[in-house]
Structures are given as structure tokens and as C-alpha cells.
């Protein structure tokens, strides 16, 4: 059961353009949305989140988008640079045990 | 140590032997989580561990798999009789303590690879 789903899949975009990756989740009772940065080799780590008290967070060229009525969340990445390639999960969770799920994943690839 | 800490990094076996893969999560971290990543895949819930209270189980793909969690610290995934699907690298990732939603630290993983 895909509590989070994550579109698109891959996503390949030139040097200096913007990154746009959705998703969406089923259960209202989440109340946290962060997104995971994952590296070859590496285990993901937080890069941004959000409350539902907040329509838009931005952090530098990272930016979520959330639509508590369609629910609904997206990452903007601003100016992509190669060294942003990797794979992103978006991810939803709720406050009160912080069972955390996890979208598909989305494979970025900024092109030089 | 300062992060999660996963071992075996590696692990070769043939099929039908049983692995333990090992994760440490920070200190004072009371939840503990394992997702399995296949090859170019996304992160599958396998289970999760929330201080006492009963592990969130629901994620196993089998009862060939199981986990423990060993006086709230540290915790071992079983895997019995391996197959050549369970081929993937095995996360762990602790949290703080609920209350308020917050950040998963991943360690690096542990590949397993079944002949």
C-alpha cells in the first residue's frame, strides 16, 4: 500500500533550469513532509520539509510547494546544477509516532 | 559514534543461507526503522521500532524476514532461506523521540548480494 506517490520517475534538465517533482499522499492525519537527498553509495538525508501550517518553504534553491486541500507537495530546485543530480524522495509522516513513508523516488540528472 | 552505524557494508551469500545485518542508531534515538532499496529502486518499508511499543511489522515481505531490537539500541534484520529477490541494499535510519514529526539519519546500508 503506497501511502506517498512520487512523480515523475527520472527527470533530466539542463544547468540552470528548475527541477519540479510531485508528490502525493492519501492519509490526512500526516502532518510532516520532508524531502530526502540520496547520493550513490551514500543513505539519503533530509534537504527540506514542511508543516501543513505553511503553504511554501525555501531553503536557498530549494523550495516545497504544499496544497493541504488537494493534497498535494512539490520540490522546486531553482538554477539546477550538476552536483544536484541524485535521487529525491518526498516523504510523509505524522507527528504523534513519526512512522515515516516514503515516495518512489526521482532520479535527477542536470545536465551540464 | 556520531551517526548511524550499518554492518555488514557488504554481504555475498548463496541462496538459501540466512544473513543478520546489523544497525546502531545514534544515541538516544528511540525510533529505528529498515527500508530495503533495490537496484535503482525506491525505499520500501520494511518495519519500525518506536521505543517499547509493538514494532510496526507491516512492511515484511515474508515471514522468512524478522527483526529485533535489543534493549531499544541496537537492532538485527533476519533474513532466512535467502532468495536471489532479496537482493538490495538494507537502510536503517533512527529518529528522536515522537512528538514532534522529525528528521530520519540513514546510515550508508548494507548490499546484499545472493548468489
Same mark, same amino acid.
Given at each position: 500500500?503506497?501511502?506517498?506517490?512520487?512523480?515523475?520517475?527520472?527527470?533530466?534538465?539542463?544547468?540552470?533550469?528548475?527541477?519540479?517533482?510531485?508528490?502525493?499522499?492519501?492519509?490526512?492525519?500526516?502532518?510532516? #513532509?520532508?524531502?530526502?537527498?540520496? #547520493?550513490?553509495?551514500?543513505?539519503?538525508?533530509?534537504?527540506?520539509?514542511?508543516?501543513?501550517?505553511?503553504?511554501?518553504?525555501?531553503?536557498?534553491?530549494?523550495?516545497?510547494?504544499?496544497?493541504?486541500?488537494?493534497?498535494?507537495?512539490?520540490?522546486?530546485?531553482?538554477?539546477?546544477?550538476?552536483?544536484?543530480?541524485?535521487?529525491?524522495?518526498?516523504?510523509?509522516?505524522?507527528?504523534?509516532?513519526?512512522?515515516?513513508?516514503?515516495?518512489?523516488?526521482?532520479?535527477?540528472?542536470?545536465?551540464? | 559514534?556520531?551517526?548511524?552505524? $550499518?554492518?555488514?557494508?557488504?554481504?555475498?551469500?548463496?541462496?538459501?543461507?540466512?544473513?543478520?545485518?546489523?544497525?546502531?542508531?545514534?544515541?538516544?534515538?528511540?525510533?529505528?526503522?529498515?527500508?530495503? $532499496?533495490?537496484?535503482?529502486?525506491?525505499?520500501?518499508?520494511?518495519?519500525?521500532?518506536?521505543?517499547? *511499543?509493538?514494532?510496526?511489522?507491516?512492511?515484511?515481505?515474508?515471514?522468512?524476514? *524478522?527483526?529485533?531490537?535489543?534493549?531499544?539500541?541496537? *537492532?538485527?534484520?533476519?533474513? $532466512?532461506?535467502?532468495? $536471489?529477490?532479496?537482493?538490495?541494499?538494507?537502510?536503517?535510519?533512527?529518529?528522536?523521540?515522537?512528538?514532534?514529526?522529525?528528521?530520519?539519519?540513514?546510515?550508508?546500508?548494507?548490499?546484499?548480494?545472493?548468489?
Amino acid at each position: 500500500q503506497q501511502q506517498v506517490k512520487q512523480s515523475p520517475q527520472s527527470l533530466i534538465v539542463q544547468k540552470g533550469g528548475i527541477s519540479i517533482i510531485n508528490c502525493a499522499y492519501e492519509n490526512t492525519a500526516f502532518d510532516y #513532509f520532508p524531502w530526502y537527498q540520496q #547520493f550513490p553509495g551514500k543513505g539519503p538525508a533530509l534537504l527540506i520539509a514542511i508543516r501543513p501550517d505553511v503553504s511554501e518553504k525555501k531553503e536557498g534553491r530549494f523550495t516545497i510547494s504544499f496544497n493541504k486541500s488537494a493534497k498535494q507537495f512539490s520540490l522546486h530546485i531553482m538554477d539546477s546544477q550538476p552536483g544536484d543530480s541524485a535521487t529525491y524522495f518526498c516523504a510523509a509522516s505524522m507527528e504523534y509516532n513519526n512512522d515515516m513513508r516514503f515516495g518512489a523516488g526521482t532520479r535527477l540528472t542536470v545536465k551540464p | 559514534g556520531a551517526g548511524v552505524s $550499518q554492518s555488514p557494508s557488504n554481504k555475498v551469500t548463496e541462496k538459501g543461507k540466512d544473513v543478520e545485518l546489523r544497525c546502531d542508531p545514534i544515541s538516544g534515538h528511540t525510533a529505528l526503522y529498515w527500508y530495503r $532499496q533495490s537496484l535503482g529502486q525506491g525505499l520500501e518499508f520494511l518495519i519500525y521500532f518506536q521505543g517499547n *511499543s509493538a514494532p510496526d511489522k507491516s512492511g515484511l515481505p515474508s515471514d522468512r524476514f *524478522s527483526a529485533e531490537r535489543t534493549g531499544g539500541s541496537v *537492532s538485527t534484520l533476519t533474513i $532466512q532461506r535467502t532468495q $536471489q529477490e532479496d537482493s538490495a541494499v538494507y537502510l536503517c535510519a533512527s529518529s528522536r523521540p515522537p512528538g514532534r514529526a522529525g528528521e530520519l539519519f540513514f546510515g550508508e546500508g548494507s548490499r546484499l548480494t545472493v548468489l
